[in-house]
């Protein structure tokens, strides 16, 4: 199945592209993008996606469409996820 | 009772007044209102300029430290001339010029474990404007503890997020993330454009929040129309999402942390 992926701030420097189309297995989690998109890119972003025991980070927020949604959630064909990382004032 | 306009409020903020669902007792309600700002740089500046336009009463301004000339791309209160000087007085002094019928506290000082509670105490809302997330962790917590309404805003080169807690109601900054962004970093790249962006509609919030205009039903129930009093409705458990390269804005539906150790415990 077909999975557009958008990257908000650090995360999209990281990436390298503001989004980018992946296919995955169907019924993977979103768990399992995160863990597919890691393999596409380099240390950077591996550094922001991943924690130090190589989990996704919940600290960046998960959407699918427009509802945030945990790591378990199940993904569709056609589904949108949209990635940020924390940003803040200055 | 909210006292009545004097003629002079009424000739300065005629251009606001007219607005629907506002008018002299939305006008009246931000008069009364106290609102402190952490961090008044590119963000907290702007938003603060636009709650000094609208009429807000009182602001108390918290932002520690010197103008360095590296602010001077974003931080509009300040001047070429003020380098090396107080943020905080640089941008008292320009709000009070400019609206000399309002309330300016300084705190120079920025929010911090032993000051937050005190502040967020004497303010009505809470403006989250720092680079820091600790600082706005911790400004969100004394906010929701208090029940006072916090809008929390934030900026990455040119995209910005914005979002309102209302206690009790909403989902609070700890729900999204409930420990310190470990890839967050201090410096990062902006514009002044963005920064100003994300402080007017923060100031927006603000004063919706403050004025009654944050109604997501309308008063008389029913069909809501767009000359309702109160129409209008806030970032209520959403977060905006603006990408300025692109244009294209979005929001985003949240949903609270039922283990939430700041806001689980405050839910209605
Ligand atoms: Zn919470």
Redesign the interface.
Known sequence: MRVTVHYFAQLRRAAGVASETVMMEPDATLAQLIQRLVQGHGDAFRAMALDGADQPQRTLLYAVGDDQADLDRLLRDGDAVTILAPMAGG | MQSPLTPDDRARYEWQLSAAGFGEEGQARLRSSTVLIS?I????GTLAYELAAAGVGKLILAHAGNLRVDDLNRQLLMSDAGVDQSRVEQAARRLRAFNPSIHIETVAENVHEHNVDELVWRADAVA??????AE?LLMNRAAVRQGKPLV??????M???LLTVIPGQTPCLAC???????????R?P?FGAV?GT?GCLGAMEIIKVLSGLDAPVAPSAGEARLDEPGLGEALRGR?L?G?LRTLKF??????RDPKCAVCAKHSK
């Open positions: 961090r740089g590119g963000v907290g989250s404007c720092a680079p820091l997330f706005r929390d805003c934030a900026m990455y080169e995209e910005i997020q999204l993330y409930p420990q310190e962004p470990p890839a967050w970093r201090r990062f902006v920064a994300a977060m999402i990408d979005r929001t985003m539906q949240l949903r």
